[in-house]
């Protein structure tokens, strides 16, 4: 982790602030590639991960947004209701789990909500390169609508805001449909990735998406053993207990970020058992086929499950 100065605090639309960090001595953060993202440490140890909206040709600050969740943990809640410009926080270097295909002849961008948030450092990075895209934006109503002001200089960002029919409607079986040999990108919640994912199936690889929250409850059933197969040993993983909290209680020293099975921090082999997936990372064919586990949202469904740990 390294430091970074809370520079601007800025509100950007109902329940959305965005927030301005720089290096506190004046120099230069560590690159980044669009659709990255960076880990933040809000103590206790409660981590999250937000997606760097800044553009990547910039090294002189990273700017995130953080919606307020009405179930927060801690985590947008603390962000809101804590940070101040002038704070020092503690943030990782950038990760990118959604990269953007740069060479691609037309790229199509769809956002829902928050989502947007990785979008604008891939619009920044496409124009820099000079290579074509579209992108689909869908807001509930105006006021929810983040970071509108930036996109109006652009003709090809459609935005669909629900509650105003005169706005062109998200169609995603049609935009899928006429993708041609474009790479396409979506972040948002669950409905529409789910949807976006079932109806581009045919797109193979050119498919990318991003989940930005998880509404899956972790497992905490317990009643099963974690064999370490490194460390030789084996560890009970009791009833309201996660295998993410047993790990750590254990001395584990374990990656994880978001906690929620979304950003592939905490993803581990599996030797031998069968997982109980919660996350939202693995593909389906991935997790059929057993290979690795996210540890802080998933469990196991049997007896014993050995780890590459």
Known sequence: M??????EVRWEAEGILAFRLEPPDGGGFPAFTAGAHIDVELGAGLTRSYSLLSDPARRDGYEIAVQLEPGSRGGSRAIHERWRPGDMV????????????????????????????????????????GRSWELHYAVRTRARGAFL????????????????????RLDLERILASAGDAHVYCCGPQGMLDRYRSLGEGLGERLHYEYFAADTEVAR????????????????????ESMLDALLNAGVDVGFACSEGICGSCRVAVLDGVPDHRDLFLTEPEKQENRSIMVCCSGSRSPVLTLDL
């Open 221 to 240: 059933d317990g009643g099963y053993q974690l064999r370490l197969a490194k460390r030789g040993v084996t560890l009970d993983v009791d009833a309201g």
């Open 2 to 7: 390294q430091q970074a100065r809370l520079r």
């Open 90 to 129: 503690s943030i990782s270097a950038p990760r990118n789990h959604f990269p953007l295909v740069e060479d691609a002849p037309h790229s199509v961008l769809i956002a829902g909500g928050i989502g947007i948030t990785p979008m604008l450092s891939m619009i920044a990075r496409l124009e820099a390169l």
């Open 149 to 168: 002001d930036r996109l109006e200089p652009y003709p090809s960002a459609g935005v669909t805001i629900d509650d105003e029919p005169e706005t062109p």
